[in-house]
């Protein structure tokens, strides 16, 4: 443990030392402009005409004057290649499956059992399970799913996935008006479907990219990816200058719905639903004006060199051949530990000194004088205004709930993300913020934090700033709903399978 606090300082300390070289860098010309005034002073109280002239004669001609400039022009240089580029969000897109795709938990139920594939005691866990998971009565099964007997194949994974795809993309092109040409990076992400040729060959072909445009296909990465996408999509914005970069996440359900009985592996059967999300980020300084969000920070935190992070979600086939991923009962555990090494390297780039200072002072209480403290939970309400959190589960929502201390407002947007939606996986983080959209909750300056987990085990973050307010949320996955939302969701809601009729 002290190891890891160590390592922990170290990367907070290392992330201050970039912010002050870039402070530095930033006020070189100041300087620079402050060592000339300083110079020619002294000259400045005694000056006449003549000898201004021959100041100025001497100035020309002098060596000196030729390497001011260059000083200056270095200076200038240094100070705007030094500064990161601004990343901005243009607009964003969610995914909503047509109406022929909503299933109700009771008729999730009763399709379950029509399956044929599961056990008394399987159906009875994943009741149990839907009861206590925090959906609602509309959200969305894949048609290869819905259909009896169940169509679990390659052809209806890629029809759900263009469909999900294609979608968001024509969405966000549509509500931006940037041509598909204009395009000069493309991230795609799903973790459990990976097909060649790839997702990004795919979006290219669809779309007719161009020849140069720098793609980068993710898989593997579970829940957390779109913040990773996010990330990378920063990182290639520093390099390809006064471009867009495309960002779409999204998870395939066909191919990983779990059909045996092996319980830990039961449970995403519950909670996973389709759907998928769009982004489309620029560095362009003229598009800011019309730009949603600033990005403003991102923090990555992978556990995996720990043997119990790294197990904790899994792909694997259970004792009779069948796939599935399993969720350990520790996984609620190692993402508090990584959430924990998350926002200790946030919490300095975002937090008011006096935040900072309190937490620090019981770090050093309890490692310098080994004093019985309780460890300080900073208050990140002082530094955020909205937060986006991913809508695994009501246990996840329910912890992070209690962790960071946030009210029933702050959560609304991910409860009825988890509600309507069900868990989307990488896309949920966008679902949530059009909810705030949507609400109109979205003022000029306010700060969103988004926080995802994935397998691996993974906690990462992004901060965004608003840089206008948002009182219209234009065409959104919520347009139909938002006006009866909230609604209050129990701990505890008892599934009915004869209120739903089978057709005949």
Same mark, same amino acid.
């Given at each position: 443990m002290d190891r890891q606090l160590l390592r922990t300082v170290k990367q907070a300390t290392k992330n201050h030392a970039s912010l002050m070289y870039h402070r530095l860098v930033s006020h070189i010309p100041h300087l620079l402009a402050v060592t000339l005034l300083v110079a020619v002073a002294p000259q400045l109280s005694t000056l006449t005409p003549d000898k201004a002239r021959a100041l100025w004669n001497t100035a020309v001609n002098a060596p000196a004057?030729?390497?001011? %400039?260059?000083?200056?022009? #270095?200076?200038a240089y240094t100070y705007a290649s030094s500064r990161p580029q601004p990343v901005y969000l243009l607009d964003l897109a969610g995914?909503?499956?047509?109406?022929?795709?909503?299933?109700?938990?009771? /008729?999730?139920?009763?399709?379950? @059992?029509?399956?044929? &594939?599961?056990?008394?005691?399987?159906?009875?866990?994943?009741?149990?399970?839907?009861?206590?998971? $925090?959906?609602g009565e509309a959200t969305h099964f894949p048609m290869s799913l819905i259909r009896l007997?169940?169509?679990? %194949?390659?052809?209806?994974?890629?029809?759900?996935?263009?469909?999900?795809?294609?979608?968001?993309?024509?969405?966000?092109?549509?509500?931006?008006?940037?041509?598909?040409?204009?395009?000069?990076?493309?991230?795609?992400?799903?973790?459990?479907?990976?097909?060649?040729?790839?997702?990004?060959?795919?979006?290219?072909?669809?779309?007719?990219? +161009?020849?140069?445009?720098?793609?980068?296909?993710?898989?593997?990465?579970?829940?957390?990816?779109?913040?990773?996408?996010?990330? #990378?999509?920063?990182?290639?914005?520093?390099?390809?200058?006064?471009?867009?970069?495309?960002?779409?996440?999204?998870?395939?359900?066909?191919?990983?719905?779990?059909?045996?009985?092996?319980?830990?592996?039961?449970?995403?059967?519950?909670l996973f639903r389709v759907g998928g999300a769009a982004i489309l980020l620029t560095n362009r300084a003229g598009d800011r004006a019309r730009s949603k969000y600033q990005l403003i920070h991102t923090v990555r935190t992978h556990r995996?060199?720990?043997?119990?992070?790294?197990?904790?979600?899994?792909?694997?086939?259970?004792?009779?051949?069948?796939?599935?991923?399993?969720?350990? /009962?520790?996984?609620?555990?190692?993402?508090?530990e990584a959430l924990k090494t998350n926002i200790t390297t946030l919490g300095p780039l975002i937090l008011p000194m006096s935040e900072q200072l309190r937490f620090l002072a019981t770090v050093v209480l309890k490692k310098v004088f080994r004093a019985q403290v309780k460890a300080y939970l900073p208050d990140f309400k002082l530094a955020l205004e909205h937060f986006c959190i991913h809508a695994g589960g009501r246990g996840v929502l329910d912890e992070l709930e209690n962790s960071l201390k946030?009210?029933?407002?702050?959560?609304?947007?991910?409860?009825?993300?988890?509600?309507?939606?069900?868990?989307?996986?990488?896309?949920?983080? @966008?679902?949530?913020?059009?909810? %705030?959209?949507?609400?109109? +909750?979205?003022?000029? $300056?306010? &700060?969103? @934090?988004?926080?995802?987990?994935?397998?691996g085990f993974k906690c990462n973050s992004a901060v965004w700033r608003a840089l206008r307010t948002i009182d219209d949320a234009g065409e959104s996955p919520w347009t139909q709903d938002i006006d009866v939302l909230p609604v209050d969701v129990p701990k505890v809601v008892p599934i009915d399978e004869t209120s739903y009729q089978v057709p005949i």
């Open positions: 004057l030729a390497m001011a %400039c260059w000083a200056a022009a #270095l200076a995914y909503k499956p047509p109406a022929e795709l909503e299933a109700s938990r009771a /008729k999730t139920i009763v399709h379950f @059992w029509r399956c044929g &594939r599961f056990s008394e005691q399987s159906m009875a866990f994943q009741k149990r399970m839907l009861e206590r998971s $925090g959906l007997p169940v169509d679990m %194949c390659d052809r209806t994974a890629m029809e759900e996935s263009h469909a999900v795809i294609f979608g968001v993309v024509d969405e966000v092109l549509r509500k931006t008006g940037v041509a598909a040409g204009d395009v000069g990076v493309l991230i795609f992400n799903s973790s459990l479907l990976s097909p060649t040729p790839s997702f990004t060959s795919l979006i290219v072909n669809r779309y007719k990219f +161009r020849d140069d445009i720098v793609t980068h296909n993710l898989s593997g990465m579970g829940c957390s990816a779109g913040i990773i996408a996010i990330d #990378l999509a920063k990182r290639l914005l520093q390099v390809h200058r006064n471009t867009y970069a495309l960002v779409v996440s999204t998870e395939n359900i066909t191919l990983n719905a779990y059909m045996g009985n092996n319980r830990p592996m039961l449970v995403t059967n519950t995996g060199a720990h043997d119990q992070s790294y197990g904790c979600v899994t792909q694997e086939e259970d004792e009779v051949g069948e796939v599935g991923v399993s969720l350990s /009962k520790e996984l609620m555990a190692v993402a508090g946030l009210s029933p407002w702050h959560m609304e947007p991910s409860r009825m993300t988890l509600y309507r939606f069900g868990n989307t996986s990488s896309s949920s983080l @966008w679902y949530e913020l059009a909810y %705030c959209e949507a609400k109109r +909750r979205i003022k000029k $300056g306010d &700060r969103v @934090w988004q926080i995802a987990f994935g397998s």
